[in-house]
């Protein structure tokens, strides 16, 4: 069985700068801090090591002076590492041949910078096409391929327009675009839209998840704002002082920072946009399957004094709830169908969707929130205190909530009084279908 290689891996990577670098290398090495080896180079990166995966948004943040922006340099060979191994698609790139280097750049991987990097004299369209160009690429091929992901990235009609005359997100969508016309796998983004306005720069972020999405490429982002890199990445690291002190998903830095540094930058993300609903969901306790009947369900009512339980059908798929008074109905009439007092409409959403977007449906249902895979089949349920402690990042220490809210307003002894009552058998006439 064969395994597919990491998109990019970094190793054991050092970037020294100065006279001595491998001497500070050594240093490092046997545990000196960035500080004692300023004698011998200014350490820039120190021991990062991650994999990225094909397809994946792996974004590094950092502060200034973090090495974020040396590192992502070391990724496509434009700093050579003082110590440690790079590969593009499984092939090292470190200590190679010129040419074997320029060969893995134009075929694997492209950069998109800060500033955009336009040539001021040539038009959209040229500026696109320019990789292509310096690939040896015929002009009416690389020209079809620049109005594409022209069109891709939205600049349609602009394509005879100077950079001038573009505004600033504008610009950063050319350079989007030439990095796309290359059709590399993997594009490396060193603080692409830092430079741009708020709304703009969010207007950008969204559109590379819309591309990502559609395309499918590798990307390995540079910033220093942590609601960016919470954002866009699947996977963040972070840095400081040149080394990565923490790998992890959004959720993971924001929920168990490694360290106070990382645990002081994100205490002012907002958690309603970075947090799922998958990562906040207690236990669905307070359920009974259809198959149980209103007697069941009215049991599962009274040991829980919840006044609603959710129904399920075969493995689990969430069919809608019930109420207290109508199952007690049931009960006293002696109604066995607890299909048709089902109520279909309630609140729910997918093990992925932002908190951000539950707040109106938690004032809305006077019941949790279900959660429910692509099956409809329930997974979990998120009660209004769970929301709200989970936007405070207060630890829910208590057992699993099994409480559909409200209360139910029958006291235990009515419960029970209903349950004492016998069943009567339904008569069957003789040749009837059940």
């Not at 009660?383 to 307003?409: F, M, W």
Request: charged share 25%; glycine share 6%; net charge negative.
């Amino acid at each position: 069985m064969t395994t597919t290689p990491p998109a990019v891996r970094a190793k054991n990577l050092y970037k020294v700068f100065g006279r001595r670098p491998r001497e500070a290398v050594t240093r490092l090495e046997s545990g000196a801090s960035r500080a004692d080896a300023s004698a011998f180079g200014t350490a820039a990166v120190i021991d990062a090591s991650f994999d990225v995966q094909p397809g994946e948004i792996f974004v590094v943040m950092g502060l200034s002076g973090s090495g974020k922006s040396t590192l992502i340099r070391m990724l496509n060979g434009l700093l050579e590492p003082t110590s440690g191994s790079v590969e593009v698609s499984g092939s090292n790139i470190s200590d190679v041949p010129a040419k074997e280097l320029r060969a893995v750049r134009r075929k694997h991987v492209s950069m998109v910078f800060q500033h955009f990097a336009l040539l001021p004299h040539r038009t959209v369209i040229d500026n696109v096409a320019y990789g292509l160009e310096v690939q040896g690429v015929a002009k009416a091929k690389r020209l079809a391929k620049a109005r594409e992901v022209t069109e891709i990235v939205g600049l349609a009609g602009w394509e005879d327009k100077l950079p001038s005359e573009l505004s600033g997100g504008m610009q950063q969508r050319v350079g989007l675009a030439r990095a796309l016309a290359a059709e590399t796998d993997i594009l490396l983004m060193d603080e692409a839209f830092s430079a741009l306005d708020p709304l703009i720069r969010r207007e950008m972020q969204e559109q590379l998840l819309e591309l990502q999405a559609k395309l499918g490429k590798t990307i390995v982002f540079i910033t220093h704002d942590l609601n960016e890199a919470m954002f866009l990445g699947d996977r963040i690291a972070v840095m400081r002082d040149g080394r990565i002190v923490q790998i992890g998903s959004p959720e993971d830095i924001l929920t168990d920072p490694a360290n106070d540094y990382v645990a002081q930058f994100v205490q002012d993300v907002d958690r309603a946009r970075v947090l799922t609903a998958s990562s906040v969901m207690e236990p669905a306790r307070a359920v009974v399957q259809l198959t149980a009947g209103p007697r069941g369900a009215l049991r599962t009512l009274r040991d829980l004094q919840t006044a609603a339980l959710f129904v399920l059908g075969r493995d689990r798929k969430l069919l809608g709830w019930v109420r207290d008074r109508h199952v007690m109905r049931q009960v006293k009439t002696n109604d066995t169908d607890l299909e048709a007092i089902v109520n279909t409409e309630f609140a729910r959403v997918g093990p992925d969707a932002a908190l951000v977007d539950l707040f109106e449906l938690a004032v809305e249902s006077p019941l949790p929130i279900a959660v429910v895979d692509d099956r409809d089949r329930l997974i979990g349920v998120i009660p209004r205190v769970t929301l709200l402690a989970a936007l405070g990042n207060v630890d829910t220490t208590t057992s699993p909530i099994p409480v559909l809210e409200p209360v139910t307003r029958f006291s235990e002894s009515e419960l029970d009084a209903t349950l004492a009552t016998e069943e009567t058998p339904v008569a069957v006439t003789e040749g009837a279908t059940r």
